[in-house]
């Protein structure tokens, strides 16, 4: 009689363990709903059991019923609060609101399940990844190239290269030739040299292509570089002229010559710039000083200044001479890039530069020259006041310009898709740069600089800036951004503590985000929990649990991502 009840339990064990793997099968097969009715079952008749729970908490996730899954988590976690906080069980409820997000008709939802995906680097974001390079939106598709190419799997660039060749839209084309040099994709060189001898292609994108083609590139040889110096396409010629400083082709002299006389200014400028860069001294009976001269004082800007800092390389004294007209052009922009130059050429430039200084009242020559007085730590307390002068007076939108020198320059940046607030996350990014050169060179009035950078930037942007700098924040600068974190100002504390969860990943900043959510926007919202993301403390899991029952969707979404990062941290 003794043996009956044992032989009882292990028949509705075997039950038991019957029903779990029927239950995975149809969730393995997509038949969910039939899997939520046997998981609900095995829930009323295995009420003691946690993996009952786990289960149907499981199938409701995969179902898509996540009102009904917070529910079911909530009674688990009263009757079994270790087993509820287990990583296999959160995870699963986070790849529900994922998988839900990405079957939204929102745009803005499914996007962001597609960025929530790829944050956690699992190897569930690759469906999502390949369904975004597929899907009919050109957004989704754009921003699914770009969160592709930081990932690399096979089957993803098996898809970028498809969409190489196939893709229409130039949103996307663009970022699929951007994604080709991040991963070097060496199988699409002959579909790059089509698309840069093509007369169709855009200015853009045969900028990009012809860096891919730098980026895959392992060798050359004379009679391929011979080849592209004369074909009567500028785009190869321009090719021709970076192999060449790309592989270090010191015997290719003449081959420079002939391109630095190029019709085509960038060609010539590029050609200028390789001459520079390897630092050749002499053309057949002339040094290269006194072949360069004469072409410091042609019309074109980029050619007259890229011929300027080929001389400052060799001569200083004449290179200050011919740089004078370009640092008092007429134009703005030019002077700006003149400065750029100088600043370029590192420790050639450190005499023109405080020459220079004394001859201009331009701020933007002034700050593009104090580069290389802080590159060559060279009267760093002027460096530091022009500095802190251009922070405070000029609150104009700054970039730096598309060419070899990367000028300071007044911004003409127009909305780029998939970064809010583009033109001002690039302003904002700059600022944050010069701020931490400031807190780097230990300026006394860093802090104020600071401080008033994040009093007069707009809530959560700054965040994102900071983002963009990933983690190059200085030691100095960010003890300076945590010392923010007990400011009387509420704005300024948020602001800093963004700027420290996203820049230096401190877990000193997790408070005053979670002092600040619930008075927060949900843009706010989503930066706070994007900023947890990056401390990924173990700390802020049961506050992110919470989030998942947020009313907005994007919330949701982000605390999942987020959730999923940090229990993996």
Not at 48 to 65: K, M, N
Not at 340 to 351: L, M, S
């Amino acid at each position: 009689m003794t043996m009956i009840p044992v032989l009882l339990t292990c028949a509705l064990l075997a039950d038991f363990s019957d029903d779990l793997k029927r239950i995975q099968a149809h969730l393995k097969v997509g038949d969910e709903a039939v899997a939520v009715l046997e998981a609900r079952k095995i829930v009323e008749n295995y009420p003691s059991e946690p993996v009952s729970y786990v289960t149907y908490i499981t199938a409701l996730a995969q179902s898509g019923d996540l009102t009904q899954m917070l529910e079911v988590w909530d009674m688990f976690a009263k009757l079994y609060p270790e087993q509820a906080h287990q990583q296999r069980v959160l995870e699963a409820m986070c790849w529900g609101i994922l998988r839900q997000g990405r079957g939204s008709s929102t745009l803005s939802t499914r996007l962001l399940s597609i960025i929530g995906a790829t944050l956690t680097q699992d190897a569930y974001a690759l469906d999502f990844l390949l369904s975004g390079l597929r899907d009919s939106n050109t957004a989704i598709r754009a921003l699914s190239v770009e969160l592709a190419s930081l990932l690399g799997d096979r089957p993803l660039k098996d898809e970028i290269l498809h969409l190489l060749a196939h893709e229409k839209k130039q949103e996307v084309r663009l970022e699929v030739l951007r994604a080709v040099a991040k991963l070097r994709l060496s199988e699409a060189y002959e579909e790059l040299l089509r698309i840069v001898e093509s007369k169709h292609t855009s200015a853009e994108e045969r900028a990009l292509a012809i860096s891919a083609i730098l980026e895959i590139s392992q060798h050359i040889n004379a009679q391929q570089l011979h080849r592209l110096a004369s074909d009567p396409r500028a785009a190869l010629r321009l090719i021709a002229a970076e192999m060449i400083a790309k592989f270090e082709e010191h015997d290719q002299v003449d081959l420079l010559i002939k391109l630095s006389q190029d019709p085509q200014p960038e060609v010539a400028a590029a050609a200028l710039r390789t001459i520079g860069l390897l630092r050749i001294p002499r053309f057949q009976n002339k040094s290269m000083v006194e072949y360069l001269r004469p072409l410091t004082k042609t019309s074109d800007s980029l050619v007259g200044i890229t011929a300027s800092w080929g001389i400052l390389l060799h001569d200083e004294q004449e290179g200050i001479e011919v740089f004078q007209h370009w640092i008092m052009h007429e134009k703005e922009d030019v002077r700006a890039m003149a400065a750029a130059a100088v600043a370029a050429a590192g420790p050639y430039g450190v005499q023109a530069a405080l020459k220079f200084l004394k001859m201009t009242h331009d701020p933007y020559v002034q700050i593009n020259l104090a580069k290389v007085l802080v590159g060559q730590r060279v009267n760093c307390e002027e460096a530091c006041q022009i500095i802190n002068n251009f922070l405070l007076n000029h609150q104009e939108k700054w970039m730096e310009a598309e060419n070899v020198f990367a000028p300071l320059t007044r911004s003409h940046l127009s909305h780029r898709p998939g970064i809010p607030n583009y033109p001002e996350v690039v302003n904002q990014t700059l600022r944050l740069e010069w701020i931490n050169v400031l807190a780097m060179l230990e300026y006394p009035h860093a802090a104020e600089a600071l401080r008033a950078f994040l009093q007069s930037r707009p809530y959560g942007v700054t965040g994102l800036a900071a983002e963009m700098l990933l983690g190059e924040g200085d030691e100095m600068a960010i003890e300076h951004v945590r010392s923010l974190l007990a400011d009387t100002d509420k704005h300024i504390r948020a602001e800093a503590a963004l700027v420290l969860a996203t820049w230096g990943r401190d877990p000193s900043a997790i408070p005053v985000l979670l002092e600040v959510y619930p008075e927060a926007d949900r843009m706010l919202k989503i930066k706070i929990l994007e900023a947890l993301g990056r401390i990924g403390h173990v700390s802020t899991i049961p506050f992110l649990i919470e989030r998942l029952k947020e009313p907005s969707m994007n919330v949701r979404i982000i605390a999942a991502s987020v959730l999923i990062q940090s229990l993996n941290h």
